[in-house]
């Protein structure tokens, strides 16, 4: 039986009995939106969308035109991933050393062979978030495909704060809203669960 059956029973003679059999109280006006259903719909989250979908594709596209203008070669870039200085907590989540065969003039080779989506979430945060600091002297600051990095790595820091950060998040939010912390607090809790 759908959702919807269970919600139309809440119309007829029997609405708190309904109530009690199936946990539903009443239609969400979420369901009235075209192509939206709150049972078929699934949140979205930072991890899958962002650091293991948008990131790599991009990071991908990217280093493939920095290879292909010359910036900069694979072995470079699997030089600066393997020696970087990485912090304590990203030790455990160090990316691996990508194949120079992957890469083709045209972007990677073929998009089921995209080394970086090899990556975990994990590997991809502390790649992305230490790649100006890896690759950024061999690359022109004005290059538009840079650019557009950088402002990705913004919005990757924006939706998964600091340590500090989030401690400030917390502390902020739980006295702004005075201790009822709401979907608010899904922000602190969910960056503590990517990174774990």
């Known amino acids: 039986m759908s959702c919807n ?9 029997l609405p708190k009995e309904t109530s009690t059999i199936y946990g539903i109280t009443h239609n969400s006006p ?5 192509n939206f259903h709150v049972v078929d719909q699934l949140p979205q989250e930072v991890m899958h969308i962002l650091l293991e979908g ?11 035109s920095f290879i292909d203008q ?12 393997t020696c970087f200085a990485y912090s304590t907590q990203e030790a ?6 990508i194949k120079p065969r992957l890469f083709t003039s045209h972007g990677v080779s073929q998009p089921t062979c995209n080394p970086l989506y090899l990556y975990i979430a994990a590997q991809m945060w502390a790649l992305a978030i230490n790649l ?3 690759i950024g002297d061999q690359i022109p ?3 538009e495909k840079w650019e557009c990095f950088l402002m990705l790595l913004d919005i990757l820091q924006l939706c998964i704060p600091s340590r500090e950060d989030l ?3 917390h502390y902020n939010y739980g006295t702004a809203l005075c201790g009822t912390l709401s979907s608010a607090d899904n922000k602190v809790h969910f960056s503590f669960v990517i990174k774990s």
Not at 30 to 34: A, P, V, Y
Not at 54 to 64: D, G, I
Not at 92 to 97: G, H, L, R, Y
């Open 5 to 13: 059956y269970h919600c139309s029973l809440l119309n007829g003679s």
């Open 30 to 34: 979420l369901n009235e939106l075209s």
């Open 54 to 64: 948008v990131v790599p594709y991009e990071l991908s596209l990217m280093l493939a």
């Open 70 to 81: 010359k910036y900069l070669v694979v072995e470079l870039f699997n030089d600066r991933i």
């Open 92 to 97: 455990k989540n160090i990316p691996s050393p």
């Open 132 to 134: 100006p600091l890896m």
């Open 141 to 143: 600051q004005d290059n």
């Open 167 to 169: 401690q400030k998040m």
